[in-house]
T-cell receptor, first 118, second 115 residues
Framework: AQTVTQSQPEMSVQEAETVTLSCTYDTSENNYYLFWYKQPPSRQMILVIRQEAYKQQNATENRFSVNFQKAAKSFSLKISDSQLGDTAMYFCAFMKPYSGGGADGLTFGKGTHLIIQP | NAGVTQTPKFRVLKTGQSMTLLCAQDMNHEYMYWYRQDPGMGLRLIHYSVGEGTTAKGEVPDGYNVSRLKKQNFLLGLESAAPSQTSVYFC??????????????FGPGTRLTVT
């Protein structure tokens, strides 16, 4: 079974600063997918960024980028030029390729509550 | 295009009552999932379906049943609700098996309280 660990329950930074959220995972799989989801107070789950394990290049989406270290099983999220609207819970999630057997679906960490201060 | 919708948005049940949560998607997705989210926890998978007429257990299936009679709908049933099932329930769907098609689209959630 896979596990995902987010060691920072809460973080607070000033607007316009850069912040990095940590995520580590444990798996025996060689190929898999990693995701960061954002959950604002509205409760809606919003995909921020995704990474395929066999791709060495780190994914980037505008102000969001990841540092994927496969050997270390680490997948951190960097938010540049943080904005007030970035205030939310952030969840790291893991998913295996579907194999036709065994459990499917996302395995989530417990989340990091990110607060952007004005 | 409504995406993934969930009915109802809120519900209060008494212990022992039954209810069904409805998830509907209009994206013609093959895969559908039910998760629960408890305070201080990430989402945990209850059941999932890889196509019409199929269902399978996830991480925390006890006390729940599901059905996928139509491709666009995925129902989650609680036969005899317990206070431990107080949670926020999320439905999600995804198109297929490849990376670009595995992205899960989530519904807005249902807050269920069992007293």
């Amino acid at each position: 079974a896979q596990t995902v660990t987010q060691s920072q329950p809460e973080m607070s930074v000033q607007e316009a600063e850069t912040v990095t959220l940590s995520c580590t995972y444990d798996t025996s799989e060689n190929n898999y997918y990693l995701f960061w989801y954002k959950q604002p107070p509205s409760r809606q789950m919003i995909l921020v960024i995704r990474q395929e394990a066999y791709k060495q290049q780190n994914a980037t989406e505008n102000r969001f980028s990841v540092n994927f270290q496969k050997a270390a099983k680490s997948f951190s999220l960097k938010i540049s030029d943080s904005q007030l609207g970035d205030t939310a819970m952030y969840f790291c999630a893991f998913m295996k390729p579907y194999s036709g057997g065994g459990a499917d679906g996302l395995t989530f960490g417990k989340g990091t509550h990110l607060i952007i201060q004005p | 295009n409504a995406g993934v919708t969930q009915t109802p948005k809120f519900r209060v049940l008494k212990t022992g009552q039954s209810m069904t949560l409805l998830c509907a998607q209009d994206m013609n997705h093959e895969y559908m999932y039910w998760y629960r989210q408890d305070p201080g926890m990430g989402l945990r998978l209850i059941h999932y379906s890889v196509g019409e007429g199929t269902t399978a257990k996830g991480e925390v299936p006890d006390g729940y049943n599901v059905s996928r009679l139509k491709k666009q709908n995925f129902l989650l049933g609680l036969e005899s609700a317990a206070p431990s099932q107080t949670s926020v329930y999320f439905c999600a769907s995804s198109r297929g098996q490849g990376m670009s098609t595995r992205e899960q689209y989530f519904g807005p959630g249902t807050r269920l309280t069992v007293t």
